[in-house]
């Protein structure tokens, strides 16, 4: 058995779980609704408070799909419950994060001020030299901010550009003067 799939995925009071045909799965909460088409060759069955996928057979490929199914519902109701954030910081001297409206402007040593506009169903804030990203899904949630680290990553000298908060920059020596 996967060790992931076979995990009951446990619903929260407040969020509600419909599977329709075709494995389309809607997860509603507080927070907002999630729709997602889900491969058909899994089970998925709602009992006593709890999502259950089974898989038809041990086929490598059904195995793999079994847990990035439950994996993805998981998701969904973590995201409609509690929602995900991503936390970003922006290092460097001149270099600077600002928000308006549904904009989020960075200036990041180029010639021109990189703007970036909020998907639908993101948000974004700036604190200081820190950007958080929110929302209720974690693949839009991890992409915008991947696209927004993408705009200057960290160099490995200095450590200037965008990096997350959690990501530790290795550190190179410069170069040294000849004697």
């Not at 389309?24 to 709890?50: D, F, N, S, W, Y």
């Not at 509690?82 to 402007?105: C, D, I, P, S």
């Not at 929302?135 to 991947?146: C, D, L, P, T």
């Amino acid at each position: 058995m996967s060790r992931i799939g076979r995990l009951p995925v446990a619903i929260p009071a407040g969020v509600d779980v419909k599977v329709a045909e075709g494995n389309v799965v809607t997860v509603k909460g507080p927070k907002g609704t999630l729709e997602r088409a889900l491969p058909t060759e899994m089970e998925i069955k709602i009992e006593e408070g709890h999502v259950v996928v089974s898989r038809p057979n041990d086929l490598k490929k059904m195995k793999a799909l079994h847990g990035l199914t439950r994996s993805l519902i998981h998701n969904m109701v973590v995201g409609v419950s509690e929602g995900f954030k991503k936390e970003l910081e922006v290092n460097g001297v001149g270099y600077r994060a600002a928000k308006q409206g549904k904009k989020l402007t960075l200036n990041l040593g180029y010639s021109h001020p990189v703007e970036m506009e909020d998907p639908e169903g993101i948000e974004t804030a700036v604190d200081g030299n820190k950007i958080i990203v929110s929302g209720i899904s974690k693949e839009k949630v991890g992409q915008f901010a991947a696209e927004i680290r993408d705009k200057r990553r960290p160099e490995p000298y200095k450590g200037k550009g965008i990096k997350y908060s959690t990501e530790v920059i290795r550190r190179k020596v410069g170069k040294t003067g000849k004697k």
